[in-house]
């Protein structure tokens, strides 16, 4: 074989590989895009607890920022709802919520709500929502942890706030939930909320 022919048939050789290396490439992102779609059909559930009345910041509100917060998302991602609606009385001047809030926290109160969930098992990713109450979540939320066991499936935690950002609610959602994954969370002002449904999306559009 002269130099000409050895030339050409490294070349063919070369190229051959390549092409080889192209379509291995393809099928390995095959997966990752049945995931993704995967992922997208998920059925979605937004678990929250909201308290209208007199808030710090927006005075006295019909809808609580927080039932704001969940019905961006529910627009936005097709979700259903669980409003978390405790028995006990919230409807009280805000100074005096703080304290009930603070001696909830402290004595690890656990108040009832109504209602409940149906076919759980349907549901893949859950929003856990609820504004800042004296360094987490409202007490009502935990007594709503220790019912519905969420362990294995994909949690997101929002809160809506006035300086406290999330607290420790992530941290508190994974203590609930050790087995469940917890992903990218979500905090907003409470008078940001009403016109804060572009932050909401954006927030979205990233997880």
């Not at 603070?102 to 969930?117: H, M, S, T, Y």
């Not at 929003?127 to 220790?146: D, H, K, L």
Request: hydrophobic share 35%; charged share 20%; proline share 4%.
């Amino acid at each position: 074989m002269n130099i000409k022919s050895l030339f050409l048939s490294l070349c063919a050789l070369l190229t051959a590989l390549a092409c080889n290396s192209q379509n291995a490439k393809t099928n390995s992102n095959q997966p990752q895009e049945n995931t993704e779609t995967m992922s997208q059909n998920s059925k979605k559930l937004v678990v929250f607890f909201s308290h209208a009345g007199e808030n710090y910041s927006v005075g006295n509100i019909e809808v609580g920022n927080t039932k704001i917060v969940a019905d961006y998302i529910t627009e936005l991602t097709g979700a259903d709802q669980f409003e978390i609606v405790c028995k006990k009385n919230y409807d009280m001047p805000y100074m005096q919520l703080i304290e009930v809030a603070k001696q909830e926290a402290n004595n690890g109160e656990l108040p009832d709500f109504e209602g409940g969930i149906d076919h759980l098992d349907q549901y893949d990713t859950i929003f856990i929502g609820g504004p800042v109450w004296w360094g987490t979540y409202p007490q009502v939320m935990f007594t709503f942890f220790e019912r519905y066991d969420f362990n294995g499936k994909t949690l997101i935690p929002f809160t809506t706030h006035e300086g406290s950002g999330l607290a420790s609610c992530v941290e508190d959602v994974k203590k609930a939930y050790p087995n469940a994954t917890v992903c990218k969370p979500f905090s907003i002002y409470g008078h940001e909320v009403r016109s804060g449904r572009a932050k909401v999306e954006k927030w979205l559009k990233s997880l």
